[in-house]
């Protein structure tokens, strides 16, 4: 009997790791052009930190390009709509990125990375006072998108964005 046991739970935890595994790949397919978007734009942020713009710029076009396809895909993810909204406003179509962001802000009021880099648009556009609704949003996460947000309002940090 107990071998049986045994083998059965044996058996079984084969069972649930093949069902984990598969499970995981078919969410990466569907997920793979946001990751790969992703990683694009933590890449791109790099190359402007050192100053080579035009090697940012080519990242987010691709990286634009890839979280497109990932919104047809899968809309109104609030995270996909974040980084839509990011690289489209680096990609200095202001107008756009602010739609982008303020559909993802509909599906998730709170995302911080929205309220961060929205505020970031805001000032970058002369609308301080709506920066400021953003920083408030913020206000209460504890996080380091408030601290940044806020010394972008305050001109102590400046915004390339």
Same mark, same amino acid.
């Given at each position: 009997? %107990?071998?049986?046991?045994?083998?059965?739970?044996?058996t079984?935890?084969?069972?649930?790791?093949?069902?984990?595994?598969? *499970?995981?790949? +078919?969410?990466? +397919?569907?997920? +793979?052009?946001?990751?790969? *978007?992703?990683?694009?734009?933590k890449?791109? #942020? &790099?190359?402007?930190?050192?100053?080579?713009? %035009? %090697?940012?710029? $080519?990242?987010?076009?691709? *990286?634009? $390009?890839? !979280?497109? #396809?990932? @919104? %047809?895909? $899968?809309?109104?993810? *609030?995270?996909?709509?974040?980084?839509? /909204?990011?690289?489209?406003? #680096?990609? @200095? @179509?202001?107008?756009? /990125?602010?739609?982008?962001?303020?559909? /993802?802000?509909?599906?998730?009021?709170?995302?911080?990375?929205i309220?961060?880099? !929205?505020?970031? !648009?805001? =000032?970058?556009?002369?609308? =301080?006072? !709506?920066?400021?609704?953003r920083?408030? =949003?913020?206000?209460?996460? /504890?996080?380091?998108?408030?601290?940044?947000? &806020?010394?972008?309002?305050?001109?102590? $940090?400046?915004? #390339?964005?």
């Amino acid at each position: 009997m %107990k071998k049986f046991i045994y083998i059965l739970i044996f058996t079984l935890s084969l069972c649930l790791t093949n069902n984990s595994f598969s *499970a995981g790949t +078919s969410n990466t +397919s569907s997920d +793979s052009g946001y990751t790969k *978007a992703y990683n694009l734009i933590k890449s791109a #942020k &790099k190359y402007e930190k050192k100053g080579k713009t %035009k %090697k940012a710029q $080519k990242k987010y076009i691709k *990286a634009q $390009k890839l !979280l497109l #396809k990932s @919104n %047809k895909e $899968k809309p109104l993810q *609030a995270d996909t709509l974040n980084y839509l /909204g990011f690289t489209t406003r #680096k990609l @200095n @179509n202001y107008k756009k /990125g602010e739609e982008f962001y303020l559909q /993802g802000l509909k599906i998730d009021p709170s995302h911080i990375g929205i309220n961060e880099y !929205l505020g970031e !648009l805001y =000032v970058v556009t002369n609308r =301080v006072q !709506l920066a400021k609704e953003r920083l408030e =949003v913020l206000r209460s996460c /504890g996080c380091d998108e408030f601290k940044k947000l &806020k010394q972008i309002i305050d001109g102590t $940090k400046t915004s #390339k964005y």
